[in-house]
């Protein structure tokens, strides 16, 4: 009997078919991933293997089987002791999955004493016996955090640590490591390997990043539409894929190894900025986000940043603009020293949805710059803004719609519009894709493209995926800890690095040839012991 058995599975929401006539398997110990772009389905697929539509006024049908239990036909009781006990979950936000309020070692306690009816002090052991297992350092104190005081990656680890808690022998995870930087995504996926050979366990990955799925599993089954659009083996379909979509979803993902061609970019510095230093926090609690930066932006070039979370990419990405004072430097404009926000310098944000006021439209929201650049006449402001709008690939009629109507790939668009709306010089991309799927990603990607052409625009594109950041740039600046510490041409830094943290940031990235992950998986074994034993003369 296999792990998983899915026969036709459908799920419908209304009139909306997300999955339809959907089959698989997945045997004890192996690894799938389900593969696709957002609103392809797979994550519907991963709640229906748990019954989490129950009660939800979706409609569901076909055969689902998980470690024997008959989803559909389960009681209420049934379900839960599949859910945690024989199967468990880690989810794409690990914040909105644990309690703000409480320590993360209690939560874990409570998910064990739920299933295993054990006293409090053992479930308080288990608890940092899974906190040591995927980790965590110093498990034993660590588990008194709440999660705010965990970084995202060991918040993830966190959810892992839960989800092991009771042995489960399928681990179902839903985007395990977006919007988290190549190194700890490279350690949480090494983590899910080491935690298959030595216990067993049977993985489900639902996954947008094709690379992720590389670095991970057996199988690749690749989704559209709800519909299984082509499936098998990890290495055939990555590898020589027999479907046209497999091969457009492939040809989507950036390469770190593919060089870019430049930029038309002129000797004209139009901003630039000397020995950046930005502190928080006062007296001995005080610590530098930015550490004595500096950089220049030639008209009409793309500048990439790059490094890891917590490395100052934003917050000198946010100096830059204007919505952060320096402790110390300087930026300036042009040659002037910049005062306060420069309309000429525009930034677009990682996430959409929480730049838009999700009272107003969108096209109000793209009016603002035009009205604060002295525009009084609505008829000429909403002319722009429609403009706007279809410039970036979206219609004048979607003036009135509210940003909840928009994909997140249709809201970044909004968001560039509102940046354009300025007529800037230089935009302040930061994460603009970050958690986009690969098609959506491109399509954002080569829109910037466009308009800096078009329009001459300076780029400023800070990015933890070193592969998006190769695309994009003529120039790249990797930043660790605060500093700059290599930078220069795009294809001298990726191609031949100079700083041991550039090397360790490249060995990171997900390769899309498992047998190159295998290799790199590894490598950064070897690495491991090797810090660790130095760590401990």
Known sequence: MSLVEVTDLTVEFGSLRAVDGLSFRLEQGAALALVGESGSGKSTVASA???LH???????????????VDVQEASDEELRRLRGGKAAMVFQDPLSSLDPYYAIGDQIAEVHRVHA??????????????????????AQRRSRSRPHEFSGGMRQRALIAMALACEPDLLIADEPTTALDVTVQAQILDLLHTLREETGLGLLLVTHDVGVAAESVDEVLVMRHGRAVEHGPVGTVLGAPSETYTRELLGAVPRVDAARTASVASDEV?????????????????????DDVSLTVHRGETLGIVGESGSGKTTLGRMLVGLLEPTAGEVRYEGHARVGVNPAVQMVFQDPVSSLNPRRSVGESIADPVRARGERDEGRIRGRVRELLERVGLEAVHYDRYPHEFSG??????????????????IVCDEPVAALDVTTQAQVVALLGELQRELGLALIFVAHDLAVVRQV???????????????GPADEVYDSPQDPYTKQLLAAVPALDPQVAARSREVRRELAVTRRELAAT
């Open 270 to 290: 139009v901003l630039d900025a000397t020995r950046l230093r930005r502190e928080f926090g006062r007296g001995k609690r005080a610590f530098a986000a930015v």
């Open 473 to 487: 740039s003529d120039r790249v600046a990797v930043m660790r800890e605060g500093r700059i510490v290599e930078s």
């Open 49 to 51: 293997l748990l019954g």
């Open 409 to 426: 790939g249709q809201r970044q668009r909004v968001g560039i519009a509102r940046a354009l709306a300025a007529d800037p010089r230089v």
């Open 54 to 68: 129950r009660g939800t006024g979706a409609q569901v049908s076909g055969t689902v089987r998980v470690a024997g």
């Open 117 to 138: 009816r054990v006293s409090r002090r053992a479930a308080r052991a288990r608890a940092v016996e899974v906190l040591d297992r995927v980790g965590i350092p110093d």
